[in-house]
């Protein structure tokens, strides 16, 4: 992968395009540009994925983190072995 110079502050966030509830917020400390350009290397993340209902949510924190929002696929942990859908949850 091809990483362009890193970058300070990023945040993202999804909303069903029916309900217009929420369905993740991702904030990271700093990103990088990677691959074709969607993807993101972040650094110092926290992601919200929230259940259907848009009210409440299971919090995730990571050192690093890899997030393509064209293929809805998020990827962090240690070691970058965690893969969570960036998918209202049930």
Do not use: N
């Not at 999804?14 to 700093?30: H, L, M, Q, R, W």
């Amino acid at each position: 992968m091809m990483a362009a110079a890193q970058s300070s502050g990023w945040r993202y966030q999804k909303d069903d395009p029916v309900t217009k509830k929420k369905i993740v917020e991702i904030e990271a400390a700093s990103f990088q540009q990677i691959a074709d350009g969607q993807a993101k290397l972040l650094h110092d993340v926290t992601v919200r994925l929230y259940d259907i209902t848009g009210s409440s949510y299971k919090q995730i924190k990571s050192q690093e983190a890899i997030v393509d929002p064209k293929s809805d696929m998020l990827i962090y942990g240690p070691h970058l072995k965690m893969v969570a859908r960036l998918i209202a949850q049930e």
